[in-house]
């Protein structure tokens, strides 16, 4: 087993990057674990110290952060540095990092480029064309033959957008009036991919990659609906748990050699090998999984309830992966049981959150023995914390099954209050209803 780094960045300052400084400075061997910039709430873990200055998005001041702590190794968790190249210029320097490439971040950034990429390697996905700003009568010639076919379809924004450039039709007459939404204004190159709408459950498979080999984490589902029983605009994710009763480790097994490693050969093929965390967004339709999008980190939420379920260190796992080591590596061992996490959310959330707010029942909440991973949150002058984002915590309670988990986590989020304060209260209540695809046993 490689040797675990005893001084490791974590760039970012979402509840994501919260549970993965939480994880690997609570791992064996780890001295300090740096983040930029942080925030006061994750700063507080033990053997965690934040460097608020630091802008993510600017490589120069990442590799300078990193050489200030004297990082072994650096992992990144949003997919914003990635796309910024913050990876390339910590490789270029030497430092070892776990990410990938600009290049190989594409895979996230452009939904046109998966789709070429997983074409490419015979990877599943739904049926789908990319469009320039030009071709908009072509766009909605093709909105109409997908909407022809009888099963909805999908327009999606290329190009980041914090799940926010996703649109799902069942009426392909109102998507070809909002072909031009998406045209009017871009740039060359794709501007808007259009997809048949697949039905199913969806499912993350995210697996530890080094450019050619791949080792899975546990699979987890989140709910990317506002509001209680999918209703409401789409977030970046109000609550996941795992693992999935409906996708077993035989089935998350297969999915890694049908979806990740051919995706591993072909951007390794192309001369982009992707290093880092590889997102598998899947739909379990009726004819077995298909890839919905690739992202190229960790999901947030679905980090916070897959980490604390790691029975082992990850940090060696991730500096073997960063020095193309993975091969030597044992699959990751999980602890047994289930973890359920609750997003609480400010009021306008997703669109114009209200900031400002004290957060009460902090401390109650942990004393349930949930863990409170924070993504928005803001150190206040007299201690405590008030609410300085979208997103502001994520909730995760622990148990023997789902069932137990997902009460832990209530009882915890319940302690939890501020003014205009959203959250569901049906997170891994139920299996979302789709295609029974039970394959395998549960992890
Ligand atoms: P994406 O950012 O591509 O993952 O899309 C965001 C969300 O839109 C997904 O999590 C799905 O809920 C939905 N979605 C995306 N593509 C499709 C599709 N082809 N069929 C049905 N739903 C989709
Ligand atoms: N929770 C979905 C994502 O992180 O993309």
Redesign the pocket.
């Known amino acids: 087993m490689t040797q675990a780094p005893a001084r490791i960045l974590v760039v970012g300052s979402g509840a994501r990057e919260h549970a993965l400084a939480w994880k690997l400075a609570g791992e064996p061997g780890v001295d300090e674990v740096v983040v930029a910039p942080g925030s006061a709430a994750i700063g507080a873990e033990p053997r965690v110290r934040c460097v608020p200055g630091v802008d993510p998005l600017d490589p120069g001041a990442v590799v300078g952060a990193a050489r200030e702590a004297a990082a072994e190794l650096v992992v990144i968790g949003p997919e914003a540095p990635l796309a910024a190249g913050v990876v390339d210029a910590l490789r270029a320097t030497g430092i070892q990092a776990f990410g990938p490439t600009q290049a190989a971040a594409r895979l996230e950034s452009s939904?046109a480029f998966c789709h070429d990429v997983a074409e490419a390697a015979g990877v599943r996905m739904?049926r789908a064309r990319a469009f320039e700003a030009n071709e908009g009568a072509a766009a909605r010639a093709y909105v109409a033959e997908l909407g022809a076919a009888g099963g909805g379809v999908?327009l999606?924004q290329d190009g980041l957008a914090a799940?926010k450039g996703?649109a799902?039709y069942d009426d392909a007459g109102l998507a070809v009036e909002h072909v031009g939404s998406y045209l009017d204004g871009r740039g060359p190159g794709p501007a808007l991919v259009v997809?048949?709408?697949?039905r199913g459950r969806?499912a993350s498979v995210i697996a530890i990659c080094d450019g050619r080999e791949a080792i899975a984490l546990p699979a987890s589902r989140d709910h990317?609906r506002l509001c209680d029983g999918d209703l409401g605009p789409?977030t970046g994710g109000m609550g996941a748990y795992s693992p999935l009763p409906d996708l077993g480790d035989d089935a998350v097994e297969r999915i890694l050699a049908t979806v990740h490693r051919p995706i591993l050969a072909e951007l390794a093929r192309r001369g982009s090998p992707f290093i880092g965390f590889l997102y598998a967004?899947l739909?379990l339709t009726e004819d077995g999984p298909a890839l919905?999008?690739c992202n190229a980190r960790l999901g947030d939420p679905e980090a916070q309830v897959i980490l604390p379920r790691l029975a082992g260190a990850l940090g060696p796992v991730l500096a073997a992966a960063a020095a193309r080591g993975l091969a030597a590596i044992a699959p990751l061992a999980v602890l047994p049981g289930a973890a359920v996490g609750i997003v609480l959310a400010s009021e306008g959330y997703p669109n114009t959150p209200k900031r400002g707010l004290p957060i009460a029942g902090l401390e109650a909440a942990e004393a349930e023995g949930a863990l409170v991973f924070h993504g928005g949150s803001i150190g206040r002058p007299g201690g405590g914390y008030g609410t300085n984002g979208g997103r502001v915590l994520t909730v995760v309670g622990r148990g023997a099954d789902l069932p137990a988990a997902r009460a832990a986590a209530e009882r915890a989020a319940d302690r939890i209050s501020w003014d205009g304060m959203q959250r569901r209260h049906d997170i891994a209540a139920a299996l979302p209803p789709g295609a029974a695809v039970v394959v395998g046993a549960a992890s």
Do not use: F
């Open positions: 939904k739904a999908v999606k799940a996703v799902v997809e048949e709408r697949l969806e990317k789409n967004g739909m919905l999008e």
